[in-house]
C-alpha cells in the first residue's frame, strides 16, 4: 500500500491554574491511500484534519501509531517525497525572494547547484503551472492571489514529489480562481500520477477533485468512502447530518 495510517491518535495536555487534563484531537484513525488517488479529508472545524495533514508532513509527532509510507516507516521517507500546498500563498512565499529563486530553492535544498540545471528546472515548472516567463523577476507582492498559488505548488511539485498535502489550498480564491487550481491539481495528479491528500471545508470543491472522502468528527473516522457514493448515500448517521446542515439545495 502507497500509505496507509495505522491506530493514529494526537493528544495534548491541557494545563490550568489548578487542573490538568488531555485533550484527544485524534482517536484511533486509521486509513490507507492508493498511489495516484486523490483522497479528501473533511469534518468540522476542530475535527483534526489538519492535525493529520500535519503529522504526515512530519511538522508534528503523533502520541501513538504509525505511518507506511511506500513500505516503509514515515520517518525513513525523504523530504522531497511529500510536500505540501498551503491554504495562504502570500504568508507561505518568502516577500524578499524573487519568484525564480522561491522555484530553486527547493532544488538548491535537494543538493543541485548548477545555475543552468536550475534555471531549466524552473523555467519548466513555470511553464507546468501556466506563469509566464516574465514573472521570474517579480516579487510575491506584485502577483495576484492565484498566481501566488501558483507558485506555491510550483515550488511544491518541482522536486516531483510522490505525495503532496493540501490543507484548504483554494479556501482564500475566488471562484474563478478556484477552479484553475483544481485544473492545475488534477493535472499533476493524472500526468505524474501524483496521490493528493486534500484537506477542505468546501464540499463543492471535494466533490469535483476527490476519488474518496473521508468524514471527520472529534478526531475519530466516521467513514470513507468513494466520493459518489459518500454524497448520495452516506454511510454513518453522522454523515448524514453533516450533508445535511452543509449542502444547500
Given at each position: 500500500m502507497f500509505l496507509e495510517v495505522r491506530n493514529l491518535k494526537k493528544e495534548y495536555l491541557v494545563e490550568g491554574i489548578f487542573t490538568r487534563e488531555k485533550k484527544v484531537i485524534l482517536n484511533d484513525v486509521s486509513f490507507f491511500v492508493p498511489e495516484g488517488e486523490v483522497l479528501?479529508?473533511?469534518?468540522?472545524?476542530g475535527a483534526g484534519k489538519s492535525t493529520?495533514?500535519?503529522?504526515?508532513?512530519?511538522?508534528?509527532?503523533?502520541?501513538?501509531?504509525?505511518?507506511i509510507f511506500m513500505g516503509k516507516p514515515l520517518c525513513e521517507s525523504k523530504i522531497?517525497?511529500?510536500?505540501?500546498?498551503?491554504?495562504?500563498?502570500?504568508?507561505?512565499?518568502?516577500?524578499?525572494m524573487k519568484i525564480k529563486d522561491i522555484l530553486a530553492e527547493p532544488l538548491r535544498g535537494s543538493g543541485i547547484k548548477n545555475k543552468n540545471i536550475l534555471e531549466e528546472k524552473v523555467d519548466n515548472i513555470?511553464?507546468?503551472?501556466?506563469?509566464?516567463?516574465?514573472?521570474?523577476?517579480?516579487?510575491p507582492s506584485e502577483l495576484?492571489?492565484?498566481q501566488r498559488q501558483r507558485v506555491g505548488i510550483?515550488?511544491?511539485?518541482?522536486?516531483?514529489?510522490?505525495?503532496?498535502?493540501?490543507?484548504?489550498p483554494v479556501a482564500s480564491l475566488d471562484l474563478s480562481i478556484q477552479n484553475q487550481i483544481l485544473s492545475l491539481l488534477k493535472k499533476f495528479n493524472r500526468e505524474n500520477n501524483t496521490t493528493i491528500i486534500f484537506i477542505s471545508h468546501d464540499l463543492g470543491v471535494v466533490y469535483n477533485i476527490s476519488d474518496r472522502v473521508l468524514l471527520l468528527y472529534k478526531g475519530e473516522v466516521q467513514e470513507i468512502q468513494k466520493t459518489e457514493n459518500f454524497f448520495k448515500n452516506p454511510k454513518s448517521e453522522y454523515g448524514k447530518y453533516f450533508l445535511d446542515g452543509v449542502l444547500v439545495p
Open positions: 479528501s479529508i473533511v469534518g468540522e472545524s493529520i495533514g500535519q503529522i504526515i508532513l512530519q511538522i508534528k509527532r503523533a502520541t501513538s501509531g504509525e505511518i522531497s517525497d511529500i510536500q505540501m500546498i498551503f491554504q495562504d500563498p502570500y504568508s507561505s512565499l518568502n516577500p524578499a513555470m511553464k507546468e503551472v501556466w506563469l509566464e516567463e516574465s514573472y521570474k523577476n517579480k516579487y495576484s492571489g492565484g510550483g515550488a511544491a511539485m518541482i522536486l516531483n514529489p510522490k505525495l503532496v498535502v493540501c490543507d484548504e
